[in-house]
């Protein structure tokens, strides 16, 4: 298998294709303003690749924030199709991934499903994993911007765009890493939220606008970049799901998942990120003798605060480490049967 990846901060999509000759398989990521154009030009210029896409900032080396980037796999076979209608019933679509996992003859040794969707990212992560699970077949992807997504030339809005990609030369692997602890001193019990809105009214019978404030000693105005910090969190066994604040609605808080009334909460703290990058890198190696490419999706907020910590240049180049590595900044990531917040998501290939 061999990754490759090309990028153009100007949105010239000939230029960030130009070392791409021969792919089995194509990743776009482009801008919201060129992002149909940039659809129906992939294939013209490589008709009859699977390929899927959205709307998002892009990586390897440096980040591309505007323009196009492509990232291309050979040496590996790939199947792609959509669930259409995500927000409303994308179990109507299902069987476009029972004969796509047929039609791949997937193996959870060798085979990950990667996927990119305008929402409703639960509901369409329930659909998928119920057929993955049966075939164990490991999920990397993630939310793009602009509710917009693509495979193989056309654009689609509401849906999730899905490909099965098995690796020809080796093994697959996925990861999501946490730089997040609960801190066990401040537990919330929700109360007064709504699902369809994502919205929590009330934390510990406070206004949940007034708790957080109170909580960190910051103003309004400040919440939604804190958040960078200080997510809430909800655990999950051993696991911690992260639920970032996604702006303040009235007294309450509007979130980027859903919370129920009654479940308990935390105030999550930032931990040693460094040192836990460092960690994810030591595993990937401790688990692969040699690596021939890996994909990621950071969440746009980890972009947010890696920058604003000056950390970004070095998170990449210490995941560069470990080889070819390019990736989506994401607006919440897919990992299984998990969507998460404030994560990075990734698979590895042999």
Do not use: W
């Amino acid at each position: 298998m061999q990754e490759s990846y090309g990028t153009s901060p100007s949105g010239n999509l000939k230029e960030a294709v130009r070392g791409i000759s021969n792919p089995a398989f194509l990743i776009l990521m482009s801008n919201a303003e060129q992002f149909e154009t940039h659809v129906a030009e992939l294939e013209e210029l490589y008709p009859g690749v699977p390929s899927i896409g959205c709307i998002g900032m892009s990586y390897q080396t440096s980040v591309t924030e505007k323009g196009v980037s492509v990232t291309a796999f050979e040496g590996v076979e790939a199947v792609t199709d959509v669930l259409e209608q995500a927000s409303i019933m994308p179990v109507k679509y299902i069987s476009r991934v029972e004969k796509a996992l047929q039609k791949i003859n997937a193996s959870s040794e060798n085979t990950v499903c990667i996927d990119f969707c305008t929402g409703n990212d639960a509901a369409v992560l329930t659909t998928m994993y119920s057929i993955l699970e049966k075939k164990k077949i490991s999920l990397t992807g993630g939310t793009g911007d602009g509710g917009k997504v693509s495979v193989n030339g056309t654009v689609y809005t509401d849906a999730d765009v899905f490909a099965f990609v098995k690796n020809n030369g080796g093994k697959v692997r996925v990861y999501k890493e946490n730089i997040y602890y609960p801190n066990p001193q401040y537990r919330f019990i929700a109360s007064k939220t709504d699902r369809s809105k994502y919205t929590v009214g009330e934390l510990n019978g406070k206004p949940a606008r007034q708790a957080y404030q109170d909580t960190l000693g910051i103003r309004e105005q400040d919440i939604v970049n804190q958040t960078f910090k200080n997510p809430l969190g909800k655990k999950n066994g051993k696991d911690i799901c992260i639920i970032s604040i996604k702006e303040v609605a009235g007294n309450g808080l509007c979130c980027y998942r859903q919370v129920n009334d009654s479940d308990v909460l935390y105030l999550l703290e930032t931990n040693d990120y460094p040192s836990i990058v460092e960690e994810t890198v030591r595993q990937i190696k401790g688990d692969f003798g040699r690596i021939s490419g890996i994909f990621s999706i950071n969440c746009i907020f980890r972009y947010l605060f890696f920058s604003q910590e000056r950390y970004m240049d070095q998170y990449l180049k210490t995941m560069g480490t470990l080889g070819m590595h390019a990736g989506l900044v994401g607006f919440g990531e897919h990992y299984n049967s998990q969507f998460v917040n404030q994560t990075m998501s990734c698979v590895v290939f042999e």
